[in-house]
């Protein structure tokens, strides 16, 4: 009884340098005996019992007894396609003896018309062209079992000519070979799919065939990973920790399949690695899916494990991922689930947190703008706008703030709150705070020059505590105003609030001997940081700068209405405060003319703001000197 086909049909192996040579007719008969020999395999029947007639010129009884009694399954077939031939172990393998082979048709007896590139060659190697033919079948006896087989078909010179097939059996091996990469495509630990199948399966469901006759097309995956895992390896040891990711596996596997109830697919779930676990859903039908699945994750992994005497409570961090599968490759899935996943850590753990891609747009915007700063800083990109520092009690003009931007060949003009936190983590603050510093010190006496009769202006330059850290600050600042000839008294250094009442060591070090070589030391946004006031008093400071906050306290909402009084009184202790310490104090964001009254009444010494100016030109501020410009209150 003739085998049936089922399953997969890997594509034929074909003899490229055969197949090509499609004009290329059968070889003539050389008269060498093994020739003639082989090319009478066809005809006649021996003792032996092979099937077909007799015939006078047939291959002698010792090559009938080889092809008869052979352990390797073989048929001769006709240009017709038809078994003329056939030994007993082909008899044997197809469930029946070699006689009743004789006259059937030799491709449906192993199913070779299963697929079209099989079936092309096979036609090819029938009509002589020289084309050798191996292809690999899972055939179906009759007591159902199935059978992995071999087929080799390869053309025999003779009048009439055919061709030689010949079928072995592979099952053992093929057996062998599932073995192996069930090993290779399975987590040890967990008996999940591994990162190589999933991706293999993610890679598979993104492919066009998949989805173009019939599903939703659209792909959801869920990340996550158990949050504080290493802890649980640190303390109770990695075998505990393995029995730990083993239950975890377990409960996802649940939630997989309840979520794959009354669905077409169960999701698929993997182990990625470390703590790391997938769930695949293919032909989501959108968000709503994912987030469900993410909910009874979190939910299943909230109950208690009993572990080898322990009892454990652990929770994970889930990015979610859900799109259309068109346009979507495997790496940009996960990248976007890992990009998810790490926002899942951020807004607190214990969570599942959806791709949001403006939130994406923003993070990549940010990695662009990190990769490009040290090369910007080389190309010169950034400049110095300067807002300035007026005094409150005249309204003339006496400093200036520094202010850097970033001309972005693609973003634009970039303030600083979009790329100074930047610097700060990779380091490029330094040689970008050292450009900011030479190039305001440079322009300040540039303007000195411009206006001898005049009193100079003051510059106030940001200055990040990593610049303290990692560079010698007190050695670029020496070296910067003897380059530029700018007195110390005119460079005024500014500091946040919470990195100067922090400071120890090096950097109050620094901060001292730059006081004492004449140089301003300012904390920037009082008020809002430690506000160690007993601190404050140790450390050579010379300017407090307001918070803003508090200053906008100060303006008037509608006519009749007064300042906040709160405000008031903190603002009038703080500069009291500061007189008593001998500091001068100036108000940032000053925008309307009642603060600026406000702040002039109790004592405040200098003003910076929209009322007066927007961060300007150097030019503008030329312009102003060159005018001698005054900010009376009312007069923005």
């Known amino acids: 009884m003739s085998g049936t086909s089922e399953g997969p ?43 077909g007639g007799d015939r006078r010129d047939g291959p002698p009884p010792a090559y009938r007894s080889v092809f008869a009694t052979a352990p390797l399954a073989m048929a001769v077939v006709d240009r017709e396609g038809l078994v003329t031939d056939a030994n007993r172990a082909l008899g044997a393998l197809l469930a029946g003896g070699p006689e009743d082979l004789v006259g059937r048709v030799a491709a449906d007896l192993l199913d070779l018309a299963s697929d079209a590139r099989s079936w092309h060659a ?11 033919l191996r292809c690999t079948r899972r055939l179906k006896q009759p007591d159902g079992r199935s059978l992995w087989v071999q087929i080799t078909v390869a053309p025999l010179d003779g009048d009439p000519a055919g061709v030689l097939l010949s079928v072995a059996d592979i099952s053992v091996h093929r ?35 998949s989805y173009d006759d019939g599903g939703t097309g659209r792909i959801g995956l869920c990340y996550l990973d158990i949050d504080g895992f290493k802890a649980v390896n640190d303390t109770l040891g990695h075998r505990v920790g393995d029995r730990l990711l083993a239950s975890v596996a377990e ?70 991922v859900e799109r259309h599968a068109a346009g979507t490759t495997a790496t940009g899935l996960m990248q976007a689930a890992d990009t998810t996943l790490y926002w899942a850590k951020v807004d607190g753990k214990d969570r599942w947190t959806l791709f949001d891609p403006e939130r ?146 090096r950097p109050l070090q620094a901060l001292q001997a730059l006081s004492d070589m004449g140089v301003g030391i300012a904390i920037d946004d009082f008020g809002t940081g430690y506000s160690n006031l007993a601190y404050l008093s140790r450390l050579p400071v ?3 700068k307001l918070d803003g906050s508090f200053v906008r306290g100060f303006q008037y909402e509608g006519a009749g209405a007064a300042p906040n009084p709160a405000d008031q009184v903190v603002v009038e202790a703080m500069i009291d405060l500061a007189h008593r310490l001998g500091l001068t104090v100036t108000a940032e964001c000053v925008e309307t003319s009642a603060q600026a009254g406000r702040l002039r009444s109790i004592g405040c010494d200098t003003g910076q703001g929209w009322l007066y100016s927007r961060p300007v030109s150097p030019d503008r501020i030329s312009e102003l000197l060159l005018g001698s410009a005054s900010y009376a209150v009312g007069n923005p």
């Open 9 to 51: 049909t890997p594509a034929a192996d074909l003899d490229r340098s055969a197949v090509t040579e499609s004009d290329h007719q059968a070889s003539p008969r050389t008269g060498a005996p093994e020739d003639r020999e082989g090319a009478d395999l066809t005809d006649g029947t021996d003792s032996t019992g092979t099937a």
């Open 251 to 320: 409960r996802l596997t649940a939630c997989a399949q309840e979520a794959g109830r009354n669905r077409p697919s169960v999701p698929l779930v993997a182990r990625l690695g470390g703590d790391e676990f997938a769930l695949l859903v293919e032909d989501s039908t959108g968000t709503e899916q994912l987030a469900d699945l993410a909910e009874s994750v979190l939910k299943a992994l909230q109950a208690p494990f009993d572990l080898a005497g322990h009892r454990l409570n652990v929770s994970a961090s889930i990015g979610v």
């Open 542 to 544: 010379s300017v407090l």
């Open 122 to 132: 096979y036609r090819e190697v029938l009509r002589g062209r020289q084309a050798r």
């Open 360 to 505: 994406n747009a923003h993070l990549m915007t940010r990695q662009a703008l990190a990769s490009t700063l040290r090369p910007a800083i080389e190309r010169g990109e950034f400049r110095l706008e300067y807002q300035p520092l007026v005094g409150m009690a005249d309204g003339r003009l006496r400093g200036v703030e520094a202010l850097v931007r970033w001309d972005h060949p693609r973003f634009g003009l970039l303030p600083p709150n979009r790329f100074v936190a930047l610097a700060e983590e990779d380091g490029s603050i330094v040689p970008l705070g050292r450009w900011v510093l030479a190039t305001a010190c440079r322009q300040a006496r540039r303007w000195q020059l411009e206006r001898p009769e005049e009193p100079p202006l003051f510059v106030s330059v940001n200055v990040a505590v990593r610049q303290v850290w990692d560079s010698d600050l007190v050695a670029d600042v020496a070296d910067i105003l003897d380059e530029t000839g700018l007195a110390p008294h005119l460079l005024q250094l500014e500091l946040t609030e919470s990195a100067v009442m922090g400071s120890a060591g």
């Open 175 to 209: 057996d062998l070979q599932a073995r192996l990469r069930h090993l290779q495509m399975h987590d040890p630990v967990t008996r999940l799919p591994n990162r190589t199948l999933f991706f293999e399966r993610v890679s598979a469901a993104l492919e066009a065939e």
